[in-house]
């Protein structure tokens, strides 16, 4: 299975400072139709997830433009660029190019 | 707008079964692939099942291989997941999500494994 990685585990944020996560995969993610299938993932406390970012760049319906994906291959990044009160939660990247799907273990954004 | 509502879950006995329901509206069910996502209490998310939108191909992650089952009504816009031989590591909050990319989620239903 592949294995993927994020760090850090915990990430105290000051109000309207950048966040950055890492997520990094055991295998390259590209697919057979060159698409790369890595999707960041938001859970606010008590919340179902929700997506936010799929196909390493693209943000999700309604996904508020300080979020940013990048990265290619097996090396990935979630950037926000200033932190709101409601970006509170758990983030994580999970990979959707090979069987099974696997997660990382999440981050927990949280306000200093 | 997308809506997937679950079921189905409660206090299953250890070498029990449940079976989960996932009821979907707002699109085009049979046109989708649908995946199913657990949360142990306090733990990060993994991923469990999913299903083509056909049905004719399943997929599992290696510890529910064997015991769980996933399948879909496509005239019922259901999708379902058979647990059995349940065990105590099985027990979360199980979530239906839409595609294999899980685009939408639902709000989840709570299995407890216990004796």
């Known amino acids: 299975d592949v294995v993927m990685t994020q760090s850090p585990l915990s990430l105290p944020v000051t109000l309207g400072q950048p966040a950055s996560i890492s997520c990094r995969s055991s295998?390259?993610?590209?697919?057979?139709?060159?698409?790369?299938?890595l999707n960041w993932f938001q859970q606010r406390p008590g919340q179902s997830p929700r997506r936010l970012i799929y196909?390493?760049?693209n943000r999700d319906s309604g996904v508020p433009d300080r979020f940013s994906g990048s990265g290619s291959g097996t090396d990935f990044t979630l950037k926000i660029s200033r932190v709101e009160a409601e970006d509170v939660g758990v983030y994580y990247c999970?990979?959707?190019?090979?069987?099974?799907?696997?997660f990382g273990g999440g981050t927990k954004v949280e306000i200093k | 707008e997308v809506q997937l509502l679950e079921s189905g879950g409660g206090l299953g006995q250890p070498g029990g079964s449940l079976r989960l329901s996932c009821a979907a509206s707002?699109?085009?069910?049979?046109?989708?692939?649908m995946s199913w996502v657990r949360q142990a209490p306090g733990k990060g998310l993994e991923w469990v099942s999913g299903?083509?939108?056909?049905?004719?191909?399943?997929y599992y992650t290696d510890s529910v291989k064997g015991r769980f089952t996933i399948s879909r009504d496509n005239s019922k816009n259901t999708v379902y997941l058979q647990m059995n031989s349940l065990r105590a590591e099985d027990t979360a909050i199980y979530y239906c999500?839409?595609?294999?990319?899980?685009?939408?989620w639902g709000q989840g239903t709570q299995v407890t494994v216990s004796s």
């Open positions: 707002g699109f085009t069910f049979s046109s989708y692939a």
């Open positions: 295998q390259s993610l590209v697919y057979s139709d060159g698409n790369t299938y």
């Open positions: 999970m990979q959707g190019t090979h069987w099974p799907r696997t």
């Open positions: 999500a839409k595609t294999a990319q899980l685009d939408s």
């Open positions: 299903i083509s939108n056909s049905g004719a191909n399943t």
């Open positions: 196909k390493v760049s």
